[in-house]
């Protein structure tokens, strides 16, 4: 094996193991990855559950499904970033909760952690943050758009249940409706028109859920 490909593998495997989830905090890593024993000592510790990583990330986001980022070398020999799916842990996000983790805290994007729960489709997850007082309706993009765009019935309802408002878009006017549409997502469709949902809102381009 030549000295190139042992080095590659070598800035590779450091690369992949820095960016799975928030460099420089154990606690929002340790919750990524689903460590409940360790976030639990590192709050026992003095840690503030609220503490923020990259892209405003925090712990309760990473326990509630958030994404994190890899690499991959490409066909060209580049090492390449990726997205690494997130995953939900729900002995995690009741400790940060018990800690007093704030539901509502938004990252970078936009996104609350209630947002994340939504769109991983965990109605564990969902149930867990309305229960301790997440706002359905926080955040530039939708907990129920979430829903709706992956074709979670369950979650969708929970949240429309809990006052999520279906007429509620993102800022290029995407509304759930819309983006139900996009998917074919037929019964979350219905539950939205039920609810409310203005069947001819428009987005920034002028489109409309039929159009979709």
């Known amino acids: 094996m030549s000295i190139r490909i042992v080095l590659t593998a070598v800035l590779l ?42 892209s405003g990330r925090t712990a ?3 326990a509630a499904g958030a994404p994190g980022s890899g690499a991959f070398i490409g ?17 995690t996000i009741r400790i940060l909760l018990d800690h007093g983790a704030d539901r509502n805290l938004m990252d970078d994007s936009g996104q609350t ?47 429309l249940a809990a006052g999520a408002e279906p007429k509620k878009g993102n800022d290029n006017g995407l509304t759930p409706l819309m983006s139900a549409a996009y998917g074919g997502n037929v019964a979350i469709l219905r539950e939205l028109l039920q609810a409310g949902a203005q069947i001819d809102a428009t987005d920034k381009t002028g489109h409309t859920a039929l159009c979709n």
């Open 13 to 54: 495997a450091s690369f992949l193991s820095g960016c799975a989830a928030t460099p420089g905090s154990p606690l929002l890593d340790a919750a990524w990855k689903g460590d409940e024993n360790e976030v639990a000592s590192l709050l026992s510790k003095g840690e503030s559950p609220d503490a923020r990583g990259e």
């Open 60 to 62: 309760l986001m990473n």
């Open 75 to 91: 066909s060209s020999g580049q090492i390449q970033a990726t997205r690494v799916p997130g995953h939900v842990d729900l002995p």
């Open 113 to 159: 952690a209630l947002f994340f729960a939504a769109y991983s489709g965990s109605a564990e997850a969902v149930t867990m943050l309305l229960a301790a007082g997440a706002d359905p309706n926080a955040g530039e993009t939708s907990p129920l758009l979430a829903a709706s765009s992956e074709d979670h019935l369950d979650v969708a309802k929970q949240l």
